[in-house]
């Protein structure tokens, strides 16, 4: 997680031209199912690890959020964030996740969107954010989906035709490391399996609520074609878990 790509400024700028960057919530596929999965935010405090634009950090607000929290590592998601997702009872702080320290019992919701599988030790955060929630605190994170991490290369097979033919899956139960390439550069991942992350939350005390592997809504399916190809192997997962 403390690579931080996201301050190269070609890279921040091919980030900036993503869907999910300049329409928001909106414009993440994952976004209509993960809303569903979200408790009630009235009068919670609400952590945010990897907050991004602060997109999130937002939505919490607007729907009850007495505080939000948004941690980032990168100087320019958070430049951005402040500049059109700033509002009364957000704050945003730059640190990497691994370096983030809480007292116990400071948050009644954390939520992480499509950060943890940068993380080298899921165990390490997962037991941290036990901590700082309360009795009865959720925990409600996306990841990208351990079929889809697992190969390493996160590209379809072609044919000779340069028509993709499937997902490559390999070295599933080889868990760590992976070198991809995300907007044209090189950038480090972590593959965990199915079995690791659900574990690792069982052992450390967590309830899990619910798991879903998201597909694009009705809507974004007729709006966007190319999304289709979303239909043909699962991109992301998401758990919500409760202390």
């Not at 980030?15 to 329409?23: F, G, I, V």
């Not at 700033?86 to 009644?108: C, H, K, W």
């Not at 940068?118 to 929630?133: C, D, P, R, V």
């Amino acid at each position: 997680m403390k690579e931080n790509k996201y301050d190269d400024p070609s890279f921040f700028d091919q980030y900036e031209k993503m869907l999910r960057s300049q329409l928001g919530l909106e414009g993440a596929g994952e976004w209509h199912t993960l809303r569903t999965m979200l408790p009630d935010f009235k009068g919670k405090k609400v952590l945010d690890l990897g907050c991004g634009f602060g997109w999130h950090c937002r939505y919490a607000i607007e729907n009850g959020a007495t505080s939000v929290i948004g941690i980032d590592l990168s100087e320019k998601m958070l430049a951005k964030a402040k500049d059109i997702n700033q509002l009364e009872g957000i704050q945003y702080e730059r640190m990497a996740l691994e370096d983030v320290t809480y007292p116990s019992n400071g948050f009644d919701l954390v939520l992480s969107s499509l950060t943890f599988h940068y993380i080298e030790s899921f165990e390490t955060i997962a037991g941290n954010i036990y901590q700082w929630l309360t009795a009865g605190g959720h925990l409600v994170f996306s990841v990208e989906h351990p079929v889809f991490t697992a190969e390493g290369g996160q590209d379809w097979v072609y044919d000779k035709d340069g028509q993709k033919t499937c997902w490559p899956v390999d070295r599933y139960f080889l868990e760590g490391k992976r070198n991809t390439t995300f907007l044209g550069e090189n950038v480090i991942k972590y593959h965990r399996t199915l079995t690791s992350y659900l574990n690792t939350l069982l052992k450390h005390g967590f309830k899990i609520k619910k798991i879903v592997e998201p597909q694009p809504g009705p809507e974004m399916l007729k709006e966007i074609p190319e999304m289709k190809e979303e239909l043909r192997r699962p991109m992301m997962l998401i758990i919500s878990a409760e202390k």
